[in-house]
């Protein structure tokens, strides 16, 4: 618009309120995700193994089944204790896992590598906000395939079993949702460092499929050299591992209490946090 015209305008509709500015970034990084059919498809395998699991509880409760079996009415096919979530939420972790290899690149470094980041930070949006904005959907996404499910499989337990069962097992429902929260942050904070170091997406994908990998020969290294858990501490999958196996009663080798593993990836979420720091900014310094 020529300036000499002078009919410019400032805007004077509703503004978005300042606390949900963030959700715009989510809403469009949500509306590409989907566009792969193989993620797609990948995504959609994840609900496989919950949706067979409930079917088999309910078998597992249907007295006509059970006498086709030669079982008693009052006995089950199987238990569904620490050991069935154990397995439930040791299979979703793994698949979500997956999932945030290929959607975690595509947040943050097509705006590094296009010079994006100052136009963000011209308008009125912090770097907290927009780190969370790009974490959001990967939040949103690996929920609906952890605890969410999670939750649902001990709700129709609870549902089939009774009350009683639900009290005494309210363990269960706590392990999915803490192991699968610090699972789902580390995840997302692993994302989300590595897209913004790494520039090519497919480098940043297989990255994260490698960094598992690699803290997990690290620690095994450490214990084998010095005889010592102390490098378990630097693999996030392990201390998951141990979160779902003291909160559902699995037992494990590893000397590692529920409050350390935790402590540890809160530690190891910092550290991608700082990594976030050093590279998300309205500027860059070339040297």
């Known amino acids: 618009m020529a300036v000499y015209k002078r009919s410019y305008r400032s805007y004077s509709g509703d503004l978005t309120p300042r606390w949900s500015r963030f959700w715009i970034l989510s809403r469009y990084a949500m509306n590409g995700i989907f566009k792969s059919r193989f993620l797609t498809g990948l995504y959609v395998v994840a609900f496989f193994y919950p949706i067979v699991v409930i079917a088999l509880m309910y078998l597992n409760h249907n007295t006509k089944v059970l006498r086709l079996v030669s079982f008693n009415a009052r006995d089950h096919l199987f238990d569904v204790g620490g050991q069935f979530f154990f397995v439930l939420m040791t299979v979703q972790c793994a698949v979500a896992f997956l999932v945030t290899a290929f959607i975690g690149p595509n ?57 009683t069962w639900a009290r005494d097992n309210l363990n269960l429902a706590g392990g ?28 940043a994908g297989g990255l994260i499929l490698a960094a598992m990998f690699l803290t997990s020969g690290f620690a095994t290294a450490i214990e084998a050299v010095m005889r010592t858990d102390v490098g378990h501490y630097l693999d996030p999958a392990l201390l998951v591992t141990v979160i779902y196996a003291h909160a559902f009663g699995v037992h494990l080798k590893y000397d590692i209490t529920i409050f350390s593993a935790s402590v540890a990836l809160v530690a190891i979420c910092g550290f991608f946090a700082f990594l976030l720091q050093k590279k998300v900014r309205a500027f860059e310094v070339v040297r």
């Open 107 to 163: 947040m943050i470094a097509p705006d590094l590598a296009n010079g994006g980041l100052p136009l963000y930070f011209c308008r009125p949006l912090s770097r907290v906000e927009y780190v969370f904005g790009k974490a959001l959907p990967i939040l949103i996404l690996l929920s609906w395939i952890t605890w969410v499910p999670g939750l649902i499989v001990f709700g129709v337990e609870a549902s089939l079993s009774g009350f």
């Open 176 to 203: 999915v949702l803490l192991g699968a929260g610090l699972w789902i942050t580390v995840l997302s904070m692993l994302a989300l460092a590595l897209s913004a170091w790494v520039r090519w997406k497919i480098v």
